[in-house]
């Protein structure tokens, strides 16, 4: 059993986690006691889309994602997943 986090780090600094329901500044996994069968394999579908407000500060954003095992303090399991974007008007 497992929980999953995904977040992203704003151009000033700011962290968000991403929830079913949003966006919150708390440290909220997006989903919680999620069995991860052995061999689990993602296909080439996507796993979060983003609309990006047309209003959105020009910079450089980091995107991050990783597992923890479920209901223990957060360590993750392997590395942390993370990518870089930027938005430029």
Do not use: K, M, S
């Not at 069968?37 to 020009?58: I, K, Q, R």
């Not at 095992?69 to 930027?86: H, S, Y």
Request: with cysteine.
């Amino acid at each position: 059993w497992v929980d999953a986090y995904a977040g992203f780090i704003t151009a000033d600094g700011t962290v968000f986690c991403i929830t079913p329901t949003g966006l919150t500044a708390e440290f909220t996994p997006y989903v919680t006691d999620f069995l991860l069968d052995d061999g689990l394999d993602f296909g080439p579908a996507p796993l979060f889309e983003f609309l990006l407000n047309e209003h959105l500060p020009t910079g450089t954003y980091t995107f991050a994602a990783t597992l923890t095992r479920a209901r223990e303090a957060f360590r993750p399991i392997g590395g942390i997943a993370a990518c870089q974007f930027t938005i430029v008007n």
